[in-house]
């Protein structure tokens, strides 16, 4: 919330100093980029690659569509997905253009997803008009644990492994989490970010921008 409050008071007294950057033009796939790619991809592993993919710094949430319980995702099954969302903090990465004056009309944080295709790894649009939340905003720290881990709490709690998973990493009222469910199933639950202890409640609100 902070960052957002110095972003808009920097707006408003007319503090802003950096040139607006326009986005650039998502690159071609890059197979190589994805751990595991295409048949076993490892999200957390493939993070640092997807960060390389963004000019925009801040991660606020990770998701993934039929997880195997080995925490992997076969990138060619109909329905797969990985997911990365960036942010920037206020004002800062691409923006949108100006008004005539060089002032922006608010201060924006964007947002670009970097997803694992069929075709490798490959950044979206960016869009530079995503406003800021006005819930606050604060960053992500990296994974504490993964997909690897979240499925072996699922295990523990008696929930069958032949069916993939949704998974979402994201920050919950706690503070970062895991989601995890099977589709068509009542099979669901939250764990705190390092992946020791479920979150329930208000705890676990939260999703991924």
């Not at 569509?65 to 990465?93: A, H, L, M, N, Y």
Request: one cysteine or more.
């Amino acid at each position: 919330k902070d960052m957002v409050d110095r972003g808009g008071r920097l707006w408003r007294t007319g503090e802003w100093k950096n040139t607006p950057v326009p986005a650039e033009p998502p690159a071609e796939p890059d197979p190589s980029a994805a751990v595991g790619f295409p048949k076993a991809v490892d999200a957390v592993a493939t993070l640092p690659a997807a960060r390389k993919r963004t000019p925009r710094e801040v991660l606020r949430g990770i998701l993934l569509r039929g997880v195997k319980s080995d925490g992997t995702v076969d990138i060619t099954e109909k329905g797969s997905e990985v997911r990365f969302v960036f942010q920037s903090r206020p004002g800062e990465g691409p923006q949108p253009p100006r008004d005539p004056e060089g002032r922006p009309n608010r201060p924006y944080c964007g947002k670009q997803v970097v997803k694992v295709k069929p075709e490798g790894l490959q950044e979206e649009e960016d869009e530079t008009k995503y406003s800021c939340s006005s819930k606050g905003f604060e960053p992500l720290p990296e994974p504490r644990c993964g997909p690897k881990e979240v499925w072996a709490h699922a295990v523990a709690n008696n929930i069958p492994k032949d069916k993939s998973a949704q998974l979402e990493y994201y920050r919950a009222k706690a503070g970062p989490a895991w989601r995890f469910r099977i589709p068509g199933t009542r099979h669901r639950f939250s764990l705190y970010g390092d992946c020791e202890r479920e979150i329930k409640g208000l705890d676990e609100v939260g999703s991924v921008p």
